[in-house]
């Protein structure tokens, strides 16, 4: 099994060091982030529910923060842009979000995957 969540962080650089400057039109730089997904039913494993919204990130402060503990850098901003999952690990989401529909407030799977992460859901091969 094999999932991974993907964002894209705008981080601002800063020099530790008050005799260094940075030139400003250099400060800021776009970074994608791979965040490694817990396989379902694990600790952590509700990360998108807690953290998503419609296939955005929920609260921006909040995504913000959780970015900047990630890199350990000022972060001006982050985007969810998808969750990568492999066949195995999609089918194994769908198992554990239908055993506890009432965690979701949710009538289906369908809906749950909607409401959290819209249609930034890619399933790859195993082979990728």
Same mark, same amino acid.
């Given at each position: 099994?094999?999932?991974?969540?993907? @964002?894209?962080? $705008?981080?601002?650089? $800063?020099?530790? $060091?008050p005799? %260094?400057?940075? $030139?400003?039109?250099?400060?800021?730089? !776009?970074?994608? %982030? @791979?965040?490694?997904?817990?396989?379902?039913?694990?600790?952590g494993?509700? +990360? +998108?529910?807690d !953290?998503?919204?419609?296939?955005e990130? *929920?609260?921006?402060?909040? *995504?913000?923060?959780?970015?900047?503990?990630?890199?350990?850098?000022?972060?001006?901003? %982050?985007s @969810?842009?998808?969750?990568?999952?492999?066949?195995?690990?999609f089918a194994?989401?769908k198992?554990?979000?239908?055993?506890?529909?009432?965690?979701?407030n949710a009538?289906?799977? &369908?809906?749950?995957? &909607?409401?959290y992460? *819209? &249609? &930034?859901?890619r399933?790859?091969?195993?082979?990728?």
């Open positions: 099994m094999d999932a991974r969540y993907v @964002f894209r962080a $705008e981080l601002r650089l $800063e020099a530790d $060091e005799e %260094v400057r940075l $030139e400003p039109s250099t400060t800021e730089t !776009t970074v994608t %982030v @791979f965040r490694e997904a817990p396989e379902p039913g694990e600790e494993w509700l +990360f +998108f529910r !953290t998503l919204w419609r296939g990130v *929920g609260d921006a402060d909040y *995504g913000r923060r959780l970015a900047e503990e990630w890199l350990g850098e000022p972060v001006e901003s %982050v @969810f842009r998808e969750l990568q999952v492999d066949e195995e690990y194994a989401l198992d554990a979000i239908a055993d506890d529909l009432e965690l979701f009538d289906n799977v &369908s809906e749950v995957l &909607s409401k992460l *819209g &249609s &930034s859901i399933v790859t091969d195993t082979d990728d």
